[in-house]
């Protein structure tokens, strides 16, 4: 096999931040393990786990702080080097998230040697040090093991001053939600690997996927941005359930206003739909309104390399909507917080 005839979704049974553990299920896993090292005032961890944040974030004096975090997943598109893209710029995603600066990034690679030719995993890495260039960051080395299913990612560590560092649970009630990529790339994913998949659709995704969050600092900047994560494995309502509940407030959505790539309901009228889709769904579901089929699908659907979700001051809104507007992002509001009236967040949804 070479990469040129090389179909490498059909090595992975989820593709992408679809093959993430479930909210639910990596819950379970933390729990009973987790020692939140905030608590000791000598410790120079600012952001844990904790509060499910995109990056960890050590002081390191001088008002910075050093980030670190690490992504990886199986093939989501069939190119060798357009996976190796996506795959870094969703990991490199994280640091933007967080408000910060990326510096540098180590690859991880897991290589079915017996199946897929080591030529194949050369590409892999040439499309994330194509990523990894165009971030301004060197890829500076990495570990690779021999596994039967292909994966591939980066750690990637940033730096970010701490008055811009931005979490899941500093939103506020009031704020209003900006989403800076359309959803539906678990969908067309899905597609793909189905064979229903148009050419259009599937470049349009890729396009996505490879596109950096690199906006990040500057909304980090203005006065007014709360909260910052991105969208990926759980899904637009996962992630935004994770801000509702850490910040304790409830949430309204704009069905209407959330950008979307094209053709989405035919796909999920052909069961074009990721199995994570239902996972995100059980997880979080006390949380939601009836949402119809289409709606389900839409807004659990895991997303690979998303957008910015992004929470904002009614005083800053114009300043943000401009920002994205003159980055040629999507810049309508999404939706808006609110003071949590229940012992549990609660998501309403509306045209």
């Known amino acids: 096999m070479n990469s040129n005839t090389i179909k490498l979704t059909q090595f992975s049974p989820a593709a992408g931040c679809g093959c993430k553990l479930s909210p639910e299920t990596l819950r379970e896993i933390l729990s009973p393990v987790e020692i939140d090292a905030l608590e000791d005032s000598t410790s120079p961890l600012l952001v844990g786990n904790s509060s499910r944040d995109d990056a960890a974030a050590i002081d390191i004096g001088g008002g910075r702080a050093l980030l670190s975090t690490t992504d990886f997943f199986t093939p989501i598109v069939d190119d060798p080097f357009e996976f190796g893209q996506i795959s870094a710029t969703n990991a490199i995603s994280d640091i933007y998230a967080m408000g910060g600066h990326p510096t540098v990034a180590i690859a991880i690679l897991g290589w079915p040697v017996d199946k897929l030719a080591p030529a194949i995993a050369s590409r892999v890495l040439a499309g994330a040090r194509h990523t990894c260039r165009e971030a301004g960051i060197a890829l500076a080395g990495g570990h690779s093991i021999d596994i039967s299913e292909p994966i591939f990612g980066l750690a990637v560590s940033g730096l970010v001053d701490i008055e811009n560092l931005k979490q899941n649970n500093s939103a506020q009630s009031g704020d209003t939600l900006f989403l800076t990529k359309p959803l539906g790339v678990g969908i067309i994913s899905t597609a793909i690997k189905r064979g229903k998949a148009q050419a259009s659709d599937v470049e349009l995704a890729s396009q996505s996927?490879?596109?950096?969050?690199?906006?990040?600092?500057?909304?980090?900047?203005?006065?007014?941005?709360?909260?910052?994560?991105?969208?990926?494995?759980?899904?637009?309502?996962?992630?935004?359930?994770?801000?509702?509940?850490?910040?304790?407030?409830?949430?309204?959505?704009?069905?209407s206003q959330i950008p979307k790539l094209p053709n989405l309901e035919r796909y999920v009228d052909e069961d074009c739909v990721p199995g994570g889709t239902g996972r995100n769904y059980a997880s979080i579901a006390q949380h939601l309104p009836t949402l119809s089929e289409t709606q389900r699908a839409i807004l659990c659907d895991p997303q690979t390399s998303g957008g910015l979700l992004v929470t904002v001051e009614p005083e800053a809104v114009d300043e943000v909507a401009a920002i994205l507007e003159g980055a040629g992002l999507p810049f309508n509001p999404i939706g808006r917080l609110s003071q949590q009236l229940n012992e549990k967040a609660t998501l309403k949804l509306s045209d």
């Not at 600092?217 to 709360?226: C, E, F, I």
């Not at 359930?241 to 407030?249: D, G, H, N, R, V």
Request: aromatic fraction near 6%; hydrophobic fraction near 50%.
């Open 209 to 255: 996927m490879r596109s950096l969050n690199g906006i990040g600092p500057s909304l980090a900047r203005v006065k007014g941005v709360n909260a910052l994560t991105d969208v990926t494995g759980f899904g637009l309502l996962g992630h935004l359930t994770e801000i509702m509940t850490a910040s304790a407030l409830d949430a309204e959505i704009f069905w």
